[in-house]
């Protein structure tokens, strides 16, 4: 009997079936898309983390031997140890134990604790932070929450297609109940239609996100193909995401057609026949803050918005969501626009132009140092390498300051990270020029200074100094604070040493280890352009690229490239947003459109005592009002919450946000979905006021 009814129905219901497969179908798709472009987002930040900076997700540093390195292999959770020069390069079978793991490695192995080092951005990609980390890094947890955020929505517009059909039949279904049918049979009749209406939809839905997604794809190589330091980005599918989609979207229009069956099939059969569920509108009860800025239109349009509340409840959340997820996403790569901007772009402008690797190469067996710094256009160049040392520093050695600190126990932990910066010799002449000291050969100058944590944060580093001026590990020339220009960030705690090669030549057997790679830093002249700093790289590439094996970066067009990349990550989040508002659009266009019967009815008995056409037009402008400015009024503060927040946790001053604060886009945005709200209730008026008065007033069964 179901069957054949259900049948009968959709064969008769076509438009309503129809709007209810296109939802089904526009969510699968848009949840596909979602977890298929998610997933190629995450893999591409992945390979591009493992072609920049290696696959391996611990490093031990030290002296191991044969046995020491079966001993790590031997470790249940190791998945491969690969030694590298004086270090060992771990990756686990299960990452998120690496923090318990490697100190037992290290006990086991009886090294010190610095002598680990793991590799946090790869880790973080997991979703795995550092529990000693105060300030984890959140970029991708932000985007999960966003496409969670997306995702859940998305059941909105289902259900609602859903809710719309099903209250259309409530009087046919209790006439059903009352000859005998179960609530249980109701709601599997009504289950039964949404899997028939749905299942090719979300089939049709899911290929086609993965089509869109591909070709989104392929116009993102399209577009960034002259990107620096940028791989190609391969389309890649995993079969777990299919199912993961198809399920996900399954589940959703299950979901979405439960609610609303399950309500009506729990409808006494008096109830159902007399649709006593329809729109009420509940004339006696106060609007409050309506009513008492607006007097009677006010109160009337608060009675009606509050009849309607269940009705507009896609629309508030779906709003709300868009413009919370557009607000906050606005605010969070504004603040770390300025963040990227304070510590990379505006802390090293002044710095370097163009910075060349030139791979697998000895300091001392470069030979072209003079050629790059005599190529027209360049006004300053530095060669150098850099090289690891560790050392012990007693007390008795440890600057005053420091010592009232607490010491070097307290403040760093022991023992010091002293890294050494090896320059060519004529760099280092200059260089002791430039600190005021007789330029020398033989000796190493002393960046002495150590963050003093306890009085300063992170944005705003106090120094203070860190060894006693007669300190000499090695033969020093000088102590200083004034850092060499080289586009280098030293750790916090770390007494960095820069020496010439010439020293290096005699010492490098004795201390520290050399990296395999050397540095060209080169300053451009004032003023250059991108155009002037391309070609300038084009040169110092020939020169030396004719030689040697090199990667070179240039500073203005590694800022386009970073700015390109933000633009388009917040042009495919400002796009999920705006479907969100779409969502809610569409609900406040179906519900104004969908109870025009009702609001006829509602303005005739208005007009019948006296109301004139201005005070409705004026009641439809203060629920515009109230739909549009709710999710405003909510997301604001909740987004002034999260500056809030940001800025602190970032340590950024307030003003500096003020003066960057995205007030524009979204303003544009408010407006967007007021002027769209605005055209539902428009489209709804214009055709509420064309009635007549006596055929309106004449079925007194409509509320």
């Not at 209790?174 to 049918?181: D, E, K, L, T, W």
């Amino acid at each position: 009997m179901w069957k054949n009814y259900s049948a009968s129905y959709l064969k008769h219901n076509r438009a309503t079936g129809m709007s209810i497969m296109a939802a089904a179908l526009i969510s699968a798709l848009f949840l596909s898309l979602l977890c298929s472009f998610f997933y190629n987002f995450w893999t591409y930040e992945v390979e591009q983390i493992v072609l920049e900076e290696g696959d391996w997700q611990a490093r031990l540093t030290g002296d191991f031997d044969e046995n020491d390195l079966a001993s790590i292999r031997n470790f249940t959770n190791v998945e491969k140890a690969v030694r590298n020069k004086t270090a060992v390069d771990l990756c686990f079978n299960n990452p998120r134990t690496i923090f318990q793991d490697v100190p037992l490695i290290m006990e086991y192995l009886g090294l010190e604790e610095d002598a680990a080092e793991y590799h946090l951005l790869l880790l973080s990609r997991y979703l795995i932070h550092d529990p000693q980390d105060q300030e984890p890094p959140l970029l991708l947890t932000f985007y999960l929450v966003v496409l969670l955020l997306v995702s859940l929505s998305l059941i909105l517009i289902i259900h609602n297609s859903f809710a719309v059909s099903m209250n259309t039949r409530i009087h046919q279904f209790g006439i059903f109940s009352s000859i005998g049918a179960t609530p249980g049979q109701i709601r599997t009749c009504l289950m039964q239609e949404a899997a028939v209406l749905c299942a090719v939809p979300i089939l049709l839905g899911s290929l086609l996100g993965i089509a869109i997604g591909y070709g989104i794809m392929q116009a993102a190589n399209v577009i960034a193909a002259d990107a620096q330091g940028r791989h190609e980005a391969v389309w890649q599918y995993h079969p777990l995401v299919l199912v993961i989609t198809v399920l996900s979207a399954v589940l959703t229009v299950l979901f979405s057609a439960w609610i609303p069956a399950r309500k009506l099939s729990r409808l006494t059969p008096l109830e159902a026949i007399r649709n006593t569920g329809q729109l009420r509108l509940k004339k006696k009860r106060k609007a409050g803050v309506l009513s008492l800025l607006f007097g009677i239109e006010g109160e009337l349009a608060g009675n009606a918005l509050k009849a309607q509340k269940k009705a507009l409840r896609t629309s508030t959340i779906s709003l709300t969501l868009s413009f919370l997820g557009f607000t906050m996403m606005l605010c969070f790569f504004t603040l770390s626009g300025i963040s990227t901007r304070q510590t990379y772009f505006e802390k090293y402008q002044n710095v370097w132009d163009i910075m060349v690797t030139v791979m697998d190469t000895k300091l001392e067996d470069f030979k072209l140092a003079e050629e790059v710094g005599s190529l027209p256009g360049v006004r300053d160049s530095v060669v150098y390498q850099k090289a690891a040392w560790t050392i012990t520093l007693p007390e008795e050695w440890q600057s005053e300051e420091l010592i009232a600190l607490g010491g070097l126990e307290e403040v760093a932990g022991s023992p010091v990270k002293a890294p050494m910066a090896i320059m060519d010799d004529a760099s280092f002449t200059e260089y002791c020029t430039k600190i005021g000291i007789a330029p020398r050969l033989d000796g190493a100058i002393v960046l002495n200074q150590i963050w003093d944590s306890k009085n300063s944060d992170f944005r705003h580093k106090k120094y203070i100094p860190f060894v006693k001026e007669d300190w000499e590990e090695i033969p020093v020339l000088a102590y200083t604070q004034h850092i060499p220009e080289l586009r280098e960030e030293y750790a916090n705690y770390a007494l960095v040493h820069f020496l010439p090669v010439s020293m290096w030549k005699e010492i490098s057997g004795q201390v520290g280890e050399a990296e395999a790679d050397i540095y060209i830093r080169i300053l451009a002249g004032e003023g250059t352009t991108l155009e002037e700093l391309n070609e300038l790289e084009a040169a110092v590439t020939q020169l030396v690229g004719a030689g040697y094996k090199i990667e070179s970066e240039n500073r203005i067009q590694e800022k386009v490239t970073n700015d390109d990349m933000i633009n388009g990550f917040m042009l495919i989040l400002s796009a999920f947003c705006l479907l969100l508002a779409v969502i809610g659009i569409a609900n406040v266009f179906s519900n104004t459109l969908g109870f025009l019967y009702q609001r006829k009815r509602e303005f005739a008995q208005y007009m019948s005592v006296g109301m004139t056409p201005g005070g409705m037009r004026k009641m439809f402008c203060l629920e515009v009002l109230v739909i549009a400015g709710r999710p405003l009024l909510i997301t604001l503060p909740l987004t002034a919450a999260f500056v809030a927040f940001a800025v602190t946790a970032s340590h950024l001053e307030p003003i500096e946000f003020l003066a960057e604060v995205p007030a524009v886009p979204i303003a544009i945005f408010s407006l967007f979905i007021f002027a769209f709200v605005a055209l539902a209730y428009y489209i709804g008026g214009r055709r509420v006021f064309q009635f007549s008065l006596t055929d309106a007033l004449r079925n007194d069964t409509v509320i």
